[in-house]
């Protein structure tokens, strides 16, 4: 063996034994989960404070009798059920009002499109949220072949219009479309096989429209094109990360709508008065559940 191959060798020997001593990659998957706690622990701080917030805005829309509607529309698995939860899970379910319908009944076919979703409005002092909404039309409709295009066409030529008219009736509209990668939306998607806590989610209409990517990029676009109004904007959202996308919505969402905080008395709560010397519990045989943990 010539003297140059043996040098390398050891080189090579050396090199290896290096490695295996290397308490580096240890240590970086310690650092990695070190750091992804504390992500959460600052996700779950910001989403505290904006909890708050969501519960001063609940308060003033109820003071002020506002009328809020919140559209939330994007590609299957982009985020919008985990952005609407983290709005809501605060607040008052009688004031913040989600809305997801499902496909229209045979008697529902027969009505003026939007005749289905008008019912849902708000009223004062509320704020609904649609899961999809009537862009399912310009959307899922248009992809999937559900509707004529012509009743597509007539329909991005109506709904401007249509949302002026909600706008000059009271109503404060807020239209979000959360955008998601071809790469992270099959992630996604296939974790909800996987999952038998998401399996649910995975519809066989999901399944079809996965494969039909680039016509849903074109309903998008010319369902901006004719929908972005001045008066009615599209807010889009990037929600490659799911606990970023909440932040930022829901912190946009709180800049749209002016509100102050409703200022409370300081609540004291009172001394019991006999306790357990008026009445005494009876024996009666509760049924009460296993405690199995």
Do not use: C
């Not at 904007?233 to 996308?245: C, H, L, R, Y």
């Not at 829901?250 to 609540?267: A, D, G, M, N, T």
């Not at 519990?281 to 509760?286: E, K, L, S």
């Amino acid at each position: 063996m010539s003297k140059s191959k043996k040098e390398d060798k050891a080189v090579k020997k050396q090199h290896a034994e290096n490695k295996a001593k290397d308490p580096q990659p240890a240590v970086t998957e310690v650092s990695e989960k070190k750091a992804k706690k504390q992500k959460a622990k600052l996700y779950d701080k910001e989403l505290k404070r904006l909890h708050v917030e969501l519960v001063k805005l609940q308060e003033w829309v109820v003071a002020k009798g506002l009328k809020v509607v919140i559209v939330f529309e994007g590609r299957d698995g982009a985020g919008k059920g985990g952005t609407i939860k983290a709005i809501t899970e605060r607040v008052s379910p009688r004031v913040f009002k989600v809305v997801a319908l499902p496909a229209p009944s045979d008697r529902e076919k027969t009505q003026m499109y939007v005749q289905r979703y008008i019912p849902h409005f708000p009223a004062a002092g509320e704020v609904v949220i649609f899961d999809r909404s009537w862009y399912n039309r310009a959307g899922v409709e248009r992809v999937m072949g559900f509707t004529d295009p012509k009743y597509v066409e007539r329909f991005l030529e109506l709904v401007p219009g249509v949302e002026k008219v909600m706008i000059e009736s009271g109503i404060i509209l807020l239209k979000y479309w959360l955008e998601v990668s071809p790469e992270e939306q099959e992630r996604r998607l296939r974790s909800r096989i996987d999952d038998g806590r998401k399996i649910w989610k995975l519809s066989p209409m999901d399944v079809k429209s996965y494969t039909r990517w680039d016509d849903y990029t074109l309903a998008r676009d010319e369902m901006f094109k004719a929908s972005d109004s001045s008066w009615a904007p599209w807010f889009v959202a990037k929600s490659e990360d799911k606990k970023s996308v909440r932040l930022n919505i829901i912190s946009h969402l709180l800049s749209q709508i002016p509100y102050k905080e409703i200022p409370h008395e300081k609540v004291v709560l009172p001394k019991r008065k006999d306790l357990g010397k008026k009445y005494k519990p009876a024996n009666y045989p509760f049924k009460f559940i296993p405690e199995v943990i």
